[in-house]
């Protein structure tokens, strides 16, 4: 086939092999192997030890195959063994083979009993092996013993699972022929994976310790629980010929002997035994490679392009060279510069579409977060009024004032500009955080020099915190600069006259747009988190909010209208998060005591970020919905509720009231565009400038060039993985290169009934049980069975048991129904029924006397039970 011959594909897979060894990623190639699967006591070990001809695997009782053994049989010359973690030593002696796959096995799991799915690679070279890939699987097992966990069951199931569920794997299912087989675990776990049966091969040992009288030739035959790839027969060695070590070219020669003996295997003695399953996986696996190659060229053609990227990094700096190490260093520290702006002002490249970072958290501080922190500083009207009142009477003394004094709405206007102070410092803090978080996530790029990225992470976060107090100092200084002149001539202040004629409920009056048209603030999904149980329970609904209300519908199409909820009297209150949920809550409750939604006294609104539930708030300010103010006790509570004002006295409160209202928004307008700016260009701009200009120079200043370009260890490791994978793979590709997969594969066997391996817990028909009068004696060829034309031979009493027509089996000699199949191990096909032949020394015409005479034994069988019966 092509530059290589089909004789050389499995060694080829080999090299594949090799090349990923090295690096650990030979488990994740997924190669074409045969797995192979089966119970304790099915024979499995025994079968590997005659494909090499020699003992070297541990023996004992309970489980003995703990971690699973990929065993690469190579033709060879010569006879020796060699295993991956210690590739430079060859073994000859096979007893010593068997001791290093216990102590590899016990290294990692431990002297008693424990299991591990990291693999053993051995690898035989040998003059009596065909080239073969296999994986022996642990034995299934049900009851844990030493250090098992109780578990066991379920561990070895998902280990071997993970192994045949790949489909470059062909499964060698292997079970005794003395245990029912329709319960086979190796066959009901490749039925799992495999359930076209394209990929299973059936192993039946154990065929010479079956119950004198009885045998397994109708399932070998594949007639009684077929499989679509059939089954295979050995006969290995007994525990007596093991503990004698009996010689297992003695053993082959012994199963040779069984089959061509066998009045009931002797006819497909030359389709039986470990020679012939050798040469069937072989040619199976040969041909399973043939068929996968495209999709693993495919799949390394597609990983080498993904390495490419990272490799080139790599190719850019060599750890002993002064000149790469400088223009690394430039390289590096550019590049972080790059990714700190891009981070900050955006870019079209590299967008992370999972969470905000960077320049859109610092937007929705400045634009969300700040403008919610003014408002909870917002003054309570009842405080507010009293405020008032004692600065007017404080102001005129003993006197009775006729006027509204101005010194009391500066004194009001005053305080409330003082409180700003909180909020626009805390915003700086905000920024700084995400700043700092920007930087870091910006270093993990020169997490290869750890010396470097921790400088650089110290001295950028360094230069950010000296400009936090200049930009602190900045804006104190801006509060302090409204404080110091009062502009009641500002084009926005409402002035005295207006000030008196505004209705006292004005500042409760919401923004509503200009236009008569009503303005959709924000559109969502939200849940309503406190719908009880009996009513349907928490749910999620389509939200929109207005100037005017609340609505949720069904979806987002916005055509079922669940409810409608109109914004008057509405306030936001924190709710603390459930201890089981993963949700953010706020609640919304109407400031009268008044139902909200149904019989809900407040609704529970839950989102899935502390993010979005303050986008949220945000939202609601926008459409006049204040948070809650918390109320603390006053110990003038009792002064409170009897306080009370003179009419004269409550008109100039009004008045003041009313002012302030005016100024103190003004002021907020103010900040609100303030602090973004002042924030930008005293800190973030700078730190920008910082970066680009001077941390080059701090870098050098605070140590060594070697120092900084010193690479950790673990990085290095990385580094020469990822170059010893990148060659590996393009290794791999040239070697698949030099194979051509054009000619035609095999056909796959035809599709079988095998739907007794979906019964669960069903059984398999008992062996057949052969009467000695069936037994030809030796040298006599059978009479062919079959119906004749005519009537039956054996008549049908009514209400009788019913008999089948006989099966007809293969015809002795080496003419046999496989000769026409170019797969040695394609299904047999099913022959149809055909009139009988009359046997040799009878004359043609000469009418044939009934078979069921009573004077001489019949050869005519009943039928076998059938599954479909």
């Not at 594949?16 to 499995?44: E, T």
């Not at 003992?55 to 065993?71: E, Q």
């Not at 930087?439 to 000296?466: A, D, F, N, W």
Request: contains cysteine.
């Amino acid at each position: 086939m092509g530059n290589r011959g089909m004789e050389e594909l499995i060694p080829l897979v080999n090299k594949l092999q090799d090349a990923f060894s090295s690096i650990g990623q030979s488990c994740h190639l997924d190669l074409p192997q045969i797995a192979v699967v089966g119970g304790q006591s099915a024979g499995k070990s025994s079968v590997l030890e005659n494909f090499v001809g020699r003992d070297f695997l541990p023996r004992g009782s309970g489980i003995v195959t703990r971690r699973p053994l990929i065993l690469q049989l190579i033709f060879s010359k010569t006879e020796y063994a060699e295993f991956l973690h210690c590739k430079s030593k060859k073994f000859t002696d096979f007893d010593e083979v068997r001791q290093e796959i216990e102590a590899e096995t016990d290294r990692v799991t431990g002297t008693n009993k424990g299991i591990s799915p990291v693999p053993i690679n051995l690898r035989v070279y040998s003059p009596h092996v065909l080239n073969l890939t296999l994986i022996d699987l642990p034995g299934i097992t049900k009851v844990p013993v030493g250090d098992q966990p109780q578990d066991i069951e379920y561990q070895i199931k998902e280990m071997i699972l993970q192994f045949i569920s790949r489909e470059s794997s062909l499964i060698l299912a292997v079970t005794p022929a003395n245990m029912d087989l329709a319960n086979s675990d190796a066959l009901k776990m490749a039925k799992e994976v495999d359930p076209q049966g394209l990929r299973t091969i059936g192993v039946i040992t154990k065929l010479d310790l079956m119950d004198e009288g009885t045998d397994a030739r109708d399932v070998l035959e594949n007639k009684l629980l077929p499989l679509r790839r059939g089954y295979i027969g050995v006969v290995n060695r007994s525990q007596k010929d093991i503990d004698g070590k009996k010689d297992i070219r003695a053993a082959l020669a012994a199963e040779r002997k069984f089959f061509l003996s066998h009045p009931a295997y002797r006819h497909m003695a030359d389709r039986m035994g470990t020679p012939h399953l050798q040469k069937v996986l072989n040619q199976q696996l040969t041909n399973h490679i043939r068929e996968t190659l495209p999709a693993l060229r495919s799949k390394l053609q597609s990983q080498l392009l993904s390495l490419e990227k990272e490799v080139e990094e790599y190719k850019n700096f060599r750890p002993d060279d002064p000149t790469r190490k400088t223009k690394a260093l430039l390289q590096m520290v550019q590049q972080f510069g790059v990714d700190f702006e891009k981070r900050i002002e955006g870019s079209g490249d590299q967008v992370d579409t999972l969470e905000l970072s960077g320049g859109a958290r610092i937007n929705r501080i400045f634009h969300e977060r700040f403008p919610f922190e003014l408002v909870k500083m917002e003054f309570d009207e009842k405080d507010l009024r009293r405020e008032i009142s004692y600065a007017i009477k404080n102001i005129h003394g003993v006197r009775t004032g006729l006027f509204t004094p101005d010194l009391a709405f500066e004194a009001i206007v005053k305080k409330q500009v003082v409180k700003l102070k909180e909020p626009c410092l805390k915003c700086v803090d905000l920024v700084i955080q995400e700043l700092i978080n920007t930087v870091r996530q910006c270093t993990c790029k020169l997490g290869s020099y750890p010396r470097l990225r921790e400088e650089t992470e110290r001295i950028v976060t360094t230069h950010i915190r000296e400009r936090e107090g200049k930009t602190k100092d900045q804006i104190l200084l801006l509060i302090d600069i409204e404080l110091s002149y009062i502009n009641t001539n500002h084009e926005d202040f409402i002035g005295f006259a207006n000030a008196q004629q505004r209705n006292t409920q004005a500042n409760k009056k919401r923004a509503i747009p200009n236009q008569g048209e009503i303005l959709v603030i924000r559109r969502g999904w939200l849940t309503i988190n406190n719908i009880s149980i009996m009513k349907g329970g928490s749910k999620e609904y389509w939200f929109v909010l207005t100037a005017e209300s609340l609505s949720w519908y069904k979806d987002e199409e916005e055509k079922e209208k669940k409810y409608m909820l109109p914004l008057d009297n509405l306030k936001i209150r924190d709710v603390e998060k459930g201890f089981m949920s993963n949700k953010h809550v706020f609640a919304i409750f109407n400031t009268e005591q008044r139902n909200v939604y149904k019989d809900l006294r407040q609704i529970e609104l839950a989102c899935d970020s502390q993010e979005d539930v303050d986008s949220w708030k945000a939202s609601f300010l926008r459409a006049g919905v204040y948070p809650e103010k918390d109320q603390t006790e006053n110990e003038d509570g009792a002064q409170e509720n009897t306080f009370s004002m003179d009419p004269q006295l409550e008109r100039q409160v009004e008045t003041i009231r009313n002012l302030v209202d005016s100024y103190v928004g003004i002021i907020n307008k103010s900040i609100r565009d303030l602090m973004p700016k002042t924030i930008m260009h005293l800190m973030i701009n700078n730190t920008k400038d910082f970066i680009h200009s001077e941390l080059l120079a701090y870098l050098y200043s605070s140590a060594d060039q070697s120092s900084l370009m010193e690479e950790s260890a673990d990085q290095a490791q990385r580094r020469d993985e990822m170059l010893r994978m990148y060659h590996a793979l393009k290794e791999a590709l040239s070697i698949i290169g030099d194979i051509s997969t054009s000619t035609v594969s095999t056909p796959v066997p035809p599709p079988v009934d095998d739907t007794w391996l979906q019964a669960s817990g069903g059984h398999s028909p008992p062996p057949q049980r052969r009467p000695h009068s069936a037994i030809l004696p030796p040298g006599r060829p059978p009479a062919v069975r079959g119906p004749t034309p005519g009537p039956p031979l054996i008549p049908i009493p009514a209400g009788g048991p019913s008999f089948a027509a006989p099966p007809i089996p293969s015809r002795p000699g080496p003419q046999n129904i496989f000769a026409a199949n170019n797969d040695p191990f394609a299904a047999p096909p099913q022959i149809p029924s055909r009139p009988a032949r009359i046997p040799p020394g009878i004359p043609p015409g000469v009418p044939r006397r009934p078979p069921a005479a009573p004077n001489r034994p019949t050869i005519i069988r009943p039928a076998e039970p059938s599954l479909l019966d």
